[in-house]
C-alpha cells in the first residue's frame, strides 16, 4: 500500500542557505502534518493543512512557511538556516479531520536536514 | 529490527472508567519512549516519556505509563476517563543509531469514551 512519501530523505546545507522539504501525502489523504525533531528531542509539530488551507500553527520559526498544492502534496520551506534547524522532519497525512474521528495519521520516514 | 505495535486500533471506554493503551517495542537499543495524543486537526501532543529514569512515569492529564523491559512493553493507562480524553494515541519509540538517531511511531490506538 501507498504511504506517506518524502524527499530527500536526506539534504545537507550551509548556514543562510535555503532548504525546501517536499512531503506526499496518501492517496485521497487531505490533511498534511510537519514534524521537526532534533537529536534527542521530542518531535515538535510544526504546521498542519487540510484541503490546501492551513489549519493549525506550532512552534514553526518564522524562517519557515510551507503549503499544500491542488495535488494535496506538501513543501516546507526554510530558509535563512541555522545550525539549530539540523533536525528530522516529519511528514504526516490523515483522511480528514473534525468529526470524522476515524481517520488514522500515517508518518512519513522523515527528512534528514544538516546545517553545516 | 525495530518496531512499535500499539495492540488496538480503537479503544472504546465509558466515562469515568479505567483506560488502558497498550504498546509493545522492539529495540536492540536501549530506547526512549513516548506517548503522544492528537485531537482532531490538532498536532501531536507529549502526554508522557520514558528515557531510563522511573520505570512508571506520570504525565498530563492524569496518564501514565509504565516501562517493562522484561515484557518489552510501555502501556498507558488512566484511572478515569474523561470526554475529552477521546483523541488518537500514538506510542513512539525513539533511539541512537549509527546514522544519527531514529524515531518510530506506532499506528495509532483511537480512544472512544462514552457518556
Known amino acids: 500500500a501507498a504511504g506517506v512519501i518524502q524527499s530527500p530523505r536526506h539534504l545537507i546545507k550551509e548556514k543562510r542557505e535555503t532548504a525546501t522539504l517536499k512531503c506526499y501525502p496518501i492517496p485521497r489523504h487531505d490533511t498534511v502534518y510537519w514534524y521537526q525533531q532534533g537529536p534527542g528531542q521530542d518531535p515538535q509539530f510544526l504546521i498542519s493543512f487540510y484541503e490546501k488551507m492551513q489549519s493549525d500553527k506550532g512552534s514553526i520559526p518564522d524562517r519557515f512557511s510551507a503549503q499544500q498544492f491542488s495535488d494535496y502534496h506538501s513543501e516546507l520551506n526554510m530558509s535563512s538556516l541555522e545550525l539549530g534547524d539540523s533536525a528530522l522532519y516529519f511528514c504526516?497525512?490523515?483522511?480528514?479531520?473534525?468529526?470524522?474521528?476515524?481517520?488514522?495519521?500515517?508518518f512519513g520516514e522523515g527528512s534528514w536536514l544538516t546545517v553545516v | 529490527a525495530q518496531s512499535v505495535t500499539q495492540l488496538d486500533s480503537h479503544v472504546s471506554v465509558s466515562e469515568g472508567t479505567p483506560v488502558l493503551l497498550r504498546c509493545n517495542y522492539s529495540s536492540s537499543y536501549s530506547p526512549s519512549l513516548f506517548w503522544y495524543v492528537q485531537h482532531p486537526n490538532k498536532g501531536l501532543q507529549l502526554l508522557l516519556k520514558y528515557t531510563s529514569a522511573a520505570t512508571l512515569v506520570k504525565g498530563i492529564n492524569g496518564f501514565e505509563a509504565e516501562f517493562k523491559k522484561s515484557e518489552t512493553s510501555f502501556h498507558l493507562t488512566k484511572p478515569s476517563a474523561h470526554m475529552s480524553d477521546a483523541a488518537e494515541y500514538f506510542c513512539?519509540?525513539?533511539?541512537?543509531?549509527?546514522?544519527?538517531?531514529?524515531?518510530?511511531f506506532g499506528a495509532g490506538t483511537r480512544l472512544f469514551v462514552k457518556a
Open positions: 513512539v519509540v525513539s533511539y541512537a543509531d549509527t546514522g544519527g538517531f531514529k524515531t518510530i
Open positions: 504526516a497525512s490523515s483522511g480528514g479531520t473534525g468529526a470524522r474521528l476515524g481517520n488514522t495519521i500515517y
